[in-house]
């Protein structure tokens, strides 16, 4: 697993960059430091890692001390330029002015520590190490030759001020860093490496205490600039001194990655883990109902290093704070929404396994709409069959803001009765005898929807069967006649399949209480007329009626009478 650099406490030992051959162990030497790069950690070297000039001499410079000693302006200067290139060897230095020269063995003192054919010192650093550097402006002192005063320049890689290790020169640049406090916090050693690859005649042992330069020029002085004396008091040394160590500090990321413990050196490891992209996109449903879920969605993200862990989802209420409310693989989640709230609003991130964070994508701010939906009671479901009556069906309606409600009650998709509710009070849904008598066979559905004043709706939903296998029906006021009734022609139409049984019975003493019934079912799908065999009556006047009953039997398609026509005489 992985930690920020932040993480790590002041004068921890980090390992970044390579020179000689072996990676350059730094320190930790204070975090966002002012006038630096904002959420950043600075490092100093650990030791004294090269020995080499401040600048070379420059022959053709009309100032004498700087042809014969060399430039002390550190913007100009060889060591700045070979400290932040990349370029292989030989080919790092350009000319930074017209009388500039590279520190060739004839342009340093004695010789000693030329480095005009190395390559330049960002040249052993991989590309992550290089991307990692973080452009930095710094404040140099200047010389009175230059002006005096200071001036910045904005470098990768860069020697300290005399201010920033706490000493007092001639200028204030900057200021001081956390880890130095005293002379003994300023003394640096030479690495056994930096010994090894020294030419000058009287090196220090390896890991013994040395000189190391600073950016700043000591003010009266063309040629000399600030240093570090062995002993962590200040000194100063002509620029052309190819003795003198180099100590150099940079900033990195405070979010960058390193490893959670050290390793056999005692140094932190940097991880070079890019992060996550952005999701790609993050979608609120338009509609935001106070004291409801909704369901917010966002698009997936990529990792070039290919181990993408997850998303971190925020909600932000009215003007409060962003909260995370989700952790986790998935794109989906479900959130509850604060009633009484004005706005609600999301972003989200995505994380690798190694702690490293996508930027966020974030949602527009959604208005809460704080009106509940009524409530109808019960729940969905399935009335049952029904084979003789139409099913019923009791609920309440109520509405937690107290609006006026009204419902819609609809059978297949169309309404049947419309009305405005009292609010807890039980009602009945049913159908009237018509509206049984026309349905089919067959599954049918019931809806309830109710509205509030404000358009908020809930609709509940019931299924049931009509499962009616006979029908039977009586008039039950017979139609008149003057005289008794001796023939009759009566006519049925509807769909009688095989299967199903139709019966059709006539009478002409309908008035009487036990009516003489004939069958004429045969005569009545034919349209034939039909002579009344009965001849007496009970009831004082005499009456035709007319009984009919199906039964839907073994049929396998619809039964049903559509219509029942006819006449007397």
Same mark, same amino acid.
């Given at each position: 697993?992985?930690?920020?650099?932040?993480?790590?406490?002041?004068?921890?030992?980090?390992?970044?960059?390579?020179?000689?051959?072996?990676?350059?162990?730094?320190?930790?030497?204070?975090?966002?430091?002012?006038?630096?790069?904002?959420?950043?950690?600075?490092?100093?070297?650990?030791?004294?890692?090269?020995?080499?000039?401040?600048?070379?001499?420059?022959?053709?410079?009309?100032?004498?001390?700087?042809?014969?000693?060399?430039?002390?302006?550190?913007?100009?200067?060889?060591?700045?330029?070979?400290?932040?290139?990349?370029?292989?060897?030989?080919?790092?230095?350009?000319?930074?002015?017209?009388?500039?020269?590279?520190?060739?063995?004839?342009?340093?003192?004695?010789?000693?520590?030329?480095?005009?054919?190395?390559?330049?010192?960002?040249?052993?650093?991989?590309?992550?190490?290089?991307?990692?550097?973080?452009?930095?402006?710094?404040?140099?002192?200047?010389?009175?030759?230059?002006?005096?005063?200071?001036?910045?320049?904005?470098?990768?890689?860069?020697?300290?001020?005399?201010?920033?290790?706490?000493?007092?020169?001639?200028?204030?640049?900057?200021?001081?860093?956390?880890?130095?406090?005293?002379?003994?916090?300023?003394?640096?050693?030479?690495?056994?490496?930096?010994?090894?690859?020294?030419?000058?005649?009287?090196?220090?042992?390896?890991?013994?205490?040395?000189?190391?330069?600073?950016?700043?020029?000591?003010?009266?002085?063309? *040629?000399? !600039?600030?240093?570090? #004396? $062995? @002993?962590?008091?200040?000194?100063?040394?002509?620029?052309?001194? &190819? %003795? +003198?160590?180099? *100590?150099? !500090?940079?900033?990195? #990321? $405070? @979010?960058?990655?390193?490893?959670?413990?050290?390793?056999?050196? &005692? %140094? +932190?490891?940097?991880?070079?883990?890019?992060?996550?992209?952005?999701?790609?996109?993050?979608?609120?449903?338009?509609?935001?109902? &106070?004291?409801?879920?909704?369901?917010?969605?966002?698009?997936?993200?990529?990792?070039?290093?290919?181990?993408?862990?997850?998303?971190?989802?925020?909600?932000?209420?009215?003007?409060?704070?962003?909260?995370?409310?989700?952790?986790?693989?998935?794109?989906?989640?479900?959130?509850?929404?604060?009633?009484?709230?004005?706005?609600?609003?999301?972003?989200?991130?995505?994380?690798?396994?190694?702690?490293?964070?996508?930027?966020?994508?974030?949602?527009?701010?959604?208005?809460?709409?704080?009106?509940?939906?009524?409530?109808?009671?019960?729940?969905?479901?399935?009335?049952?069959?029904?084979?003789?009556?139409?099913?019923?069906?009791?609920?309440?309606?109520?509405?937690?803001?107290?609006?006026?409600?009204?419902?819609?009650?609809?059978?297949?998709?169309?309404?049947?009765?419309?009305?405005?509710?009292?609010?807890?009070?039980?009602?009945?849904?049913?159908?009237?005898?018509?509206?049984?008598?026309?349905?089919?066979?067959?599954?049918?559905?019931?809806?309830?929807?109710?509205?509030?004043?404000?358009?908020?709706?809930?609709?509940?939903?019931?299924?049931?069967?009509?499962?009616?296998?006979?029908?039977?029906?009586?008039?039950?006021?017979?139609?008149?006649?003057?005289?008794?009734?001796?023939?009759?022609?009566?006519?049925?139409?509807?769909?009688?399949?095989?299967?199903?049984?139709?019966?059709?019975?006539?009478?002409?003493?309908?008035?009487?209480?036990?009516?003489?019934?004939?069958?004429?079912?045969?005569?009545?799908?034919?349209?034939?007329?039909?002579?009344?065999?009965?001849?007496?009556?009970?009831?004082?006047?005499?009456?035709?009626?007319?009984?009919?009953?199906?039964?839907?039997?073994?049929?396998?398609?619809?039964?049903?009478?559509?219509?029942?026509?006819?006449?007397?005489?």
């Amino acid at each position: 697993m992985a930690q920020k650099l932040s993480n790590l406490a002041n004068k921890s030992k980090v390992k970044f960059g390579t020179i000689h051959g072996k990676p350059i162990v730094w320190l930790v030497a204070d975090k966002n430091h002012a006038g630096y790069p904002s959420n950043s950690v600075t490092l100093v070297t650990n030791q004294i890692i090269k020995m080499l000039c401040f600048d070379a001499k420059e022959s053709a410079n009309s100032n004498s001390d700087r042809r014969s000693y060399g430039n002390n302006r550190y913007i100009y200067s060889n060591l700045r330029q070979w400290l932040n290139s990349a370029a292989a060897a030989g080919a790092w230095y350009t000319a930074q002015h017209s009388a500039d020269a590279a520190p060739t063995s004839g342009n340093v003192w004695n010789g000693y520590n030329a480095y005009d054919g190395l390559a330049g010192f960002l040249n052993a650093f991989t590309a992550d190490e290089r991307a990692a550097l973080l452009d930095s402006t710094i404040t140099v002192g200047k010389s009175s030759t230059d002006g005096g005063g200071t001036e910045t320049c904005t470098d990768k890689i860069f020697t300290l001020s005399c201010t920033e290790v706490g000493l007092s020169g001639d200028h204030t640049c900057g200021s001081k860093l956390a880890i130095f406090s005293d002379n003994s916090s300023r003394i640096a050693t030479v690495t056994a490496e930096c010994v090894a690859n020294s030419n000058y005649n009287s090196n220090p042992s390896a890991n013994a205490a040395w000189y190391y330069w600073l950016r700043d020029a000591y003010a009266g002085s063309a *040629r000399i !600039a600030r240093c570090v #004396s $062995s @002993d962590g008091t200040l000194d100063w040394y002509n620029a052309y001194s &190819g %003795c +003198y160590g180099l *100590r150099p !500090a940079c900033n990195l #990321s $405070s @979010d960058l990655l390193v490893s959670d413990s050290t390793d056999s050196d &005692g %140094c +932190y490891t940097v991880i070079y883990n890019q992060a996550p992209t952005a999701p790609s996109t993050i979608t609120v449903p338009s509609e935001v109902i &106070g004291g409801e879920n909704i369901t917010v969605t966002w698009g997936a993200s990529t990792d070039s290093d290919g181990n993408l862990a997850g998303y971190i989802l925020e909600k932000k209420v009215d003007s409060g704070t962003w909260t995370q409310i989700y952790k986790g693989s998935a794109r989906t989640y479900s959130v509850a929404v604060t009633y009484g709230s004005t706005s609600i609003q999301f972003r989200v991130k995505a994380y690798d396994t190694a702690g490293a964070e996508s930027a966020y994508t974030t949602s527009a701010s959604r208005t809460v709409i704080n009106n509940r939906a009524p409530v109808i009671s019960g729940s969905d479901g399935d009335l049952g069959s029904f084979s003789s009556a139409a099913p019923t069906h009791e609920y309440v309606v109520t509405d937690a803001d107290g609006h006026q409600v009204d419902v819609v009650e609809s059978l297949d998709g169309v309404a049947i009765k419309s009305y405005t509710v009292t609010l807890g009070q039980t009602n009945t849904l049913s159908l009237t005898s018509g509206q049984w008598l026309k349905l089919t066979n067959g599954q049918h559905t019931l809806t309830i929807k109710a509205t509030d004043a404000k358009d908020a709706s809930v609709v509940r939903t019931l299924t049931f069967t009509k499962a009616v296998t006979s029908v039977e029906f009586v008039q039950t006021v017979a139609m008149t006649a003057d005289a008794m009734p001796t023939k009759a022609l009566v006519n049925i139409q509807g769909n009688f399949p095989a299967g199903c049984t139709l019966q059709v019975w006539i009478c002409n003493n309908g008035n009487d209480a036990s009516p003489t019934w004939e069958d004429i079912t045969t005569k009545a799908l034919n349209s034939q007329k039909h002579f009344f065999t009965n001849t007496t009556k009970t009831a004082s006047d005499w009456g035709v009626k007319v009984k009919v009953k199906l039964l839907h039997g073994s049929a396998t398609e619809t039964c049903y009478i559509q219509s029942i026509g006819g006449n007397f005489a």
